[in-house]
T-cell receptor, first 114, second 111 residues
Framework: KAGVTQTPRYLIKTRGQQVTLSCSPISGHRSVSWYQQTPGQGLQFLFE???????NKGNFPGRFSGRQFSNSRSEMNVSTLELGDSALYLC?????????????FGQGTRLTVV | GENVEQHPSTLSVQEGDSAVIKCTYS??????FPWYKQELGKRPQLIID?????GEKKDQRIAVTLNKTAKHFSLHITETQPEDSAVYFCAASLNDDKIIFGKGTRLHILP
């Protein structure tokens, strides 16, 4: 069974641009969560999608948005990029509610904003 | 909302000794507590989890304890080995749709 796949693995963008990251969950998983990982801040929850609906959202500004498609693949968009958005963005999929079952992480997309 | 505090941020132990990482959570209704290990350059992976109806769970050299009254839980690694060197994250969930992670503990196993 293929694991969680995130594309691209690396991105370099300039301030003010926007970026879209993609996450393909494990086949059969309907829940996809997104996290921002930075040194010293750990894994910060962005949002979670289940069956194309956003079920929960973290404390990030509205520049961060996401969506989920009918095949459970999810995208995350960040608009008007700031230097502080440089981070590793991880998505995780789970078979059911992410707070109740094991979450499987992708390799992440490392975003650098210059 | 839920808040998870994790200590220490860095821990160095001699190979063969035990390591203990402690976490506290704020929402007394949280009922699922997973621990993830992230090796350098790799993705986080679940190593053990515990639910609120259990006080302790063990899997070989790894054990987790939960004190619901005090709202804290701990990870214990015995007979540490070089491959235990990694960043460990605790987390708590209210059985809903998000997991809140601690900031991580970087564990160094010294030869």
């Amino acid at each position: 069974k293929a694991g969680v796949t995130q594309t691209p693995r690396y991105l370099i963008k300039t301030r003010g641009q926007q970026v879209t990251l993609s996450c393909s969950p494990i086949s059969g998983h309907r829940s996809v969560s997104w996290y921002q990982q930075t040194p010293g801040q750990g894994l910060q929850f962005l949002f979670e999608y289940f069956s194309e609906t956003q079920r929960n959202k973290g404390n990030f500004p509205g520049r961060f948005s996401g969506r989920q498609f009918s095949n459970s693949r999810s995208e995350m968009n960040v608009s008007t990029l700031e230097l502080g958005d440089s981070a590793l963005y991880l998505c995780a999929s789970s078979s059911d509610r992410v707070g109740n079952t094991e979450a499987f992480f992708g390799q992440g997309t490392r975003l650098t904003v210059v | 909302g839920e808040n998870v505090e994790q200590h220490p941020s860095t821990l160095s132990v001699q190979e063969g000794d035990s390591a203990v990482i402690k976490c506290t959570y704020s929402d007394s209704a949280s009922n699922y507590f997973p621990w993830y290990k992230q090796e350098l350059g790799k993705r986080p992976q679940l190593i053990i989890d515990i639910r609120s109806n259990v006080g302790e769970k063990k899997d070989q050299r790894i054990a987790v304890t939960l004190n619901k009254t005090a709202k804290h839980f701990s990870l214990h690694i015995t007979e540490t080995q070089p491959e235990d060197s990694a960043v460990y994250f605790c987390a708590a969930s209210l059985n809903d749709d998000k997991i809140i992670f601690g900031k991580g503990t970087r564990l160094h196993i010294l030869p």
